[in-house]
C-alpha cells in the first residue's frame, strides 16, 4: 500500500478508536458557505491536527474540527475537512479525505462548495447539483497507471435522490481551478464556451480520488458570487462570506434532509 493509502488507514483508524463509531456511512465536506449548517446535529468532534494527515483550517470560513454527525436514520456521517490544491499540500492532501472515508466504511461522499457562476441570473446562495466537470488543475490525485473511469463520477442514483428532496435543483458543470486567484474574465468566458457553468477551487479533484477508491459521490455548488466578469465589479472573499451567509439556513437544511435520504438509500 502507499504511504498515502496508510496515512489514511491510519486517520480512520484514529477516528474508530477516539469516536467509538466502527462504521462511518457516510463522509461530507463541508465548503465556503456551508460550514455553518448540520452543526447542531454534531454528535462527536475533535481537532483535526490530532487526527493522522489532518491541519489546523489556514482558510477564513472553513473548518478545523473532524466531527460525526448522527442521522435519525442511525447512520453517522463523518464531517472531514477540506484541504485545498492552492494551500500548497499537494495532491495527496487534497485526497485525504475521500482515502480516509472509504477506510472509515464510508460508502457516499458528499461534497459541497462555494463557487462562482456564469449566468447572471442566479443568486447569491443559490444551490446546484453538480453533473459533471472540467479539472482545470493539470493535475491528478492519482498516481501511477490506474486507470479510473469518470462516466457517472457524480451518481446520478444519488442526483434523483437529491431532485426528489428538491424538484428545483438545476443541474451544472463545475471548472475546477487551481486558484486561489479567482479567474480572469477571459477565463471564465473560455468556461462558458467549452461547457461550463460554475468556477471554483476544490471537488474536481476530490471527487476523481473519491471514484478511485469505489466512493458514490454527490456534489452540491453554492453560487456565492458571479464570476469575474459575469456582472460589473469584482469578486472578493467577504462577498463569498456574506452570500454563504444569506443562503445558510435554507441550505443546511437541503443539506441535512439529503444526508438522512442517502443513508436510507445506501446500496
Ligand atoms: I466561494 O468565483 C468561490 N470560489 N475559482 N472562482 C473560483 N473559486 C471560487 C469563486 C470564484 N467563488
Known amino acids: 500500500m502507499s504511504k498515502a ?7 480512520a483508524n484514529f477516528i474508530r ?5 466502527p462504521q462511518h456511512e457516510l463522509a461530507l465536506c463541508l465548503g465556503s458557505g456551508w460550514l455553518k449548517t448540520l452543526t447542531g446535529k454534531i454528535t462527536w468532534s475533535i481537532d483535526a491536527d490530532k487526527v493522522p494527515g489532518y491541519r489546523t483550517a489556514e482558510v477564513e470560513g472553513f473548518s478545523s474540527q473532524i466531527s460525526t454527525i448522527t442521522l435519525d436514520s442511525g447512520k453517522h456521517v463523518l464531517v472531514l475537512p477540506r484541504t485545498h490544491l ?10 485525504h479525505p475521500a482515502r480516509t472515508a472509504a477506510a472509515a466504511g464510508a460508502k457516499i461522499m458528499v461534497l459541497t462548495n462555494g463557487a462562482g457562476g456564469l449566468n447572471p441570473n442566479w443568486k447569491p446562495g443559490q444551490v446546484f447539483l453538480i453533473s459533471d466537470h472540467i479539472n482545470l488543475t493539470a493535475t491528478s490525485p492519482i498516481e501511477g497507471a490506474k486507470f479510473v473511469d469518470l462516466t457517472d463520477m457524480y451518481s446520478p442514483r444519488l442526483r434523483n435522490i437529491a431532485k426528489q428532496i428538491d424538484p428545483t435543483l438545476e443541474e451544472v458543470v463545475y471548472a475546477q481551478f487551481r486558484g486561489p486567484h479567482y479567474e480572469s474574465p477571459a477565463e471564465v468566458k473560455m468556461v462558458g ?8 477551487m476544490s471537488t474536481a479533484l476530490e471527487t476523481i480520488a473519491a471514484r478511485e477508491v469505489g466512493l458514490e459521490v454527490i456534489a452540491l455548488s453554492m453560487q456565492t458570487n458571479p464570476a469575474a466578469g459575469v456582472v460589473a465589479g469584482g469578486v472578493s472573499h467577504e462577498h463569498v462570506l456574506a452570500a454563504g451567509k444569506a443562503g445558510e439556513q ?3 437544511e437541503l443539506l441535512a434532509e439529503l444526508c438522512e435520504a442517502l443513508s436510507n438509500h445506501l446500496e
Do not use: D
Not at 17 to 21: D, L, N, R, Y
Not at 86 to 91: A, F, H, L, N, R
Open 5 to 11: 493509502f496508510e496515512l489514511a488507514e491510519q486517520a
Open 17 to 21: 478508536a477516539e469516536s467509538g463509531i
Open 86 to 95: 492552492y494551500q500548497g499540500y499537494g495532491v495527496e492532501a487534497v485526497a
Open 193 to 200: 464556451i467549452v461547457g461550463g457553468h460554475m468556477v471554483g
Open 250 to 252: 435554507r441550505n443546511g
